[in-house]
């Protein structure tokens, strides 16, 4: 199961957001088919897959995935000091 695969399972599990659980697949879905194209979709999404690859609940998960997209570019990411900056 991909990360994101299990992102999305844990999301369902959740009753709080796990009416949200489908439209974070297909967003991903979407960045993936134009992530290959767009440069940034694509350093971005493997960006949100390092994150959902570490051991955070999934508060915490979305907590910094809306960090990350709230910036105007990624490069260069490190999970890690990412997650300690906040």
Same mark, same amino acid.
């Given at each position: 199961?991909?990360? !994101?695969?299990?992102?999305? %399972?844990?999301?369902?599990?959740?009753? %709080?957001?796990?009416?949200?659980?489908?439209?974070?697949?297909?967003?991903?879905?979407?960045? $993936?088919? $134009?992530?290959? $194209? *767009?440069?940034?979709?694509?350093t971005c999404l493997r960006a949100i897959e390092c994150i959902m690859l570490q051991d955070l609940t999934t508060e915490e998960k979305l907590h910094h995935i809306? !960090?990350?997209?709230?910036?105007?570019?990624? +490069?260069?990411?490190? *999970? +890690? $000091?990412?997650?300690?900056?906040?």
């Amino acid at each position: 199961m991909s990360p !994101r695969d299990t992102f999305v %399972r844990d999301l369902r599990r959740d009753k %709080r957001i796990a009416g949200c659980a489908d439209a974070v697949a297909d967003a991903f879905k979407a960045m $993936e088919s $134009e992530g290959y $194209e *767009v440069d940034d979709a694509a350093t971005c999404l493997r960006a949100i897959e390092c994150i959902m690859l570490q051991d955070l609940t999934t508060e915490e998960k979305l907590h910094h995935i809306n !960090r990350l997209l709230s910036l105007d570019k990624v +490069e260069n990411f490190n *999970v +890690e $000091e990412f997650i300690r900056l906040q």
